[in-house]
């Protein structure tokens, strides 16, 4: 009674990525994703005990397969015995009118919440996929993988989808960093666009239920270790989509600043060669927290 | 007078990685390339002498843009200094009747010769534009760049090409490594297809001349240190168009085979899944050479 289907095994720094595909209730479609296990969930003589899991979560347009590929994570996840989670970032072929309109709203914009606007309330539910049906499935069928140690992190929008998802379920994840994550969405062209579509124009207290910079500001769980890099040739953030001086405003407000580390880097775009440049350091920030 | 238009320069591992296009005269046509510099070749302040070269040619199908994005050869690269040269894979746009009628011959697919038939002798000249036309264009205008110190590695075809123009070319390169190379190509079909496009039938010579196990057992020169991993999961291995054994026979007949290192890898493919995993030894490998 296998849930997910394997459709490849790709040999990668000494473990497997998996490609697996399910069926999946909350976004009423098929959905695809890359797994990652590192040779100690791969090796059947291996003496290790459960493996922990990073749960990547990629940006607008993209794919589970785009970071699995340029990413770069999968050498220092090998090393530290880290499982990497790579899922999808929308339903896809619902049929949803507008969903194919843009490229940031709607399929591969999913920006992980359950929506509530006729259309998309029925199969654009990624909040509820990433943090409830998927884990479960994975960890039901993958006995290997550890599902009280899981750390969350993510790219642009699937960045903002790391912050919120931390932020709204204190304990649920172990760490959380980001890589130049739309961190005040209600305050963004982006943000805005997707949260009318998703919530409507009049469910402001939906708007700021998923907005990392109003989370991080009623924060009264322990203390934070936040790390976010954020590239100063990042056109993105130039263009004021990703604003994360008003997540590190927010934190301070709340008297929790000391515990967000902003890294600005000199010249680095939005790019896979951003992530990949300092991905080992997002690997081992969640180690840190996922193998203590 | 500047050779290179550079199109993009993009932040990578500390470095910079610039989007190149020049006008070559050996191909009649715009060539677009990739150099990756290292931090010891861009930062201003640096004391560091010039810097070597690493050649990565590539495989069928492909561009410079590859490897670049998915063959995380700059995270060693910047570790030791050494820049990479990412080339295209042939001529482009030039019109030549049958270049574009399959992905195995023509457009990305120049096998590192120099044609001499009707069509191709004109502008399929990947040869000469490999060995002599991009590094004098690269070492005149690239003046951190050492062009006394260069090695080269490649891909499939890349490979054939990486192995051949070394073994032709005693002296020219410090090291050579490859990735799943094509070993035989007057044995096997994508070879005799390509030969036979570029060279004709009955230039017997001439396909002997860019064979690389051909040439291997000839060879009368330095003592060799060659560096070859193939994976075992590697379908193209498995349809005899690699043929590394092959290599490694004609190296043995020719006594220099304990200079030829063939590293089977369980279950790797042919993909940058697999480059991936490997390219810190092959950059390692050529480090060893260009840094002594």
Chains 1, 2 share one sequence.
């Not at 990433?130 to 969350?152: N, Y």
């Not at 994550?181 to 469910?203: E, H, L, M, T």
């Not at 708007?207 to 500001?217: G, M, N």
């Not at 001086?245 to 775009?269: C, H, I, S, T, W």
Request: proline content about 4%; hydrophobic content about 35%; some cysteine.
């Amino acid at each position: 009674m296998s849930t997910f289907e394997t459709t490849a095994t790709i040999a990668s720094f000494g473990g497997k990525l998996l490609k697996l595909k399910h069926r999946a209730k909350t976004t009423k479609c098929d959905m695809n994703l890359n797994l990652y296990l590192p040779p100690s969930a791969t090796s059947s003589s291996s003496k290790d005990k459960n493996v922990p899991v990073l749960i990547y979560l990629s940006g607008l347009t993209c794919t589970g397969d785009n970071c699995a590929e340029k990413g770069f994570l999968q050498r220092t996840a090998s090393k530290k015995g880290v499982a990497i989670v790579y899922p999808d970032t929308s339903p896809r072929g619902l049929g949803v009118k507008g969903e194919d309109e843009s490229w940031d709203f709607g399929t591969g914009a999913g920006f992980y919440v359950d929506a509530v606007t006729e259309g998309y309330k029925e199969g654009y539910n990624m909040y509820s996929y990433i943090t409830d049906e998927l884990p479960k499935a994975l960890f039901g069928q993958f006995e290997k993988l550890d599902g009280s140690r899981v750390s969350i992190t993510g790219h642009s929008m699937g960045g903002h989808g790391a912050l919120t998802l931390f932020l709204k379920n204190p304990g649920k994840y172990k760490s959380v960093s980001a890589f130049s994550p739309i961190c005040n969405p209600i305050n963004c062209p982006w943000g805005q666009k997707a949260f009318k579509g998703y919530f409507g124009d009049d469910k402001q207290d939906l708007w700021k239920e998923h907005d990392a910079s109003e989370l991080v500001r009623k924060w009264k769980g322990d203390p934070l270790d936040i790390l976010i890099d954020v590239g100063t040739g990042d056109n993105f953030y130039k263009q004021k989509q990703i604003l994360p001086e008003n997540f590190v405003d927010a934190a301070k407000e709340a008297g929790v600043g000391e515990g967000v580390k902003l890294r600005m880097q000199p010249d680095y775009d939005h790019s896979y060669f951003f992530i990949s440049t300092f991905g080992e350091d997002h690997v081992e920030h969640a180690a840190k927290y996922l193998l203590k």
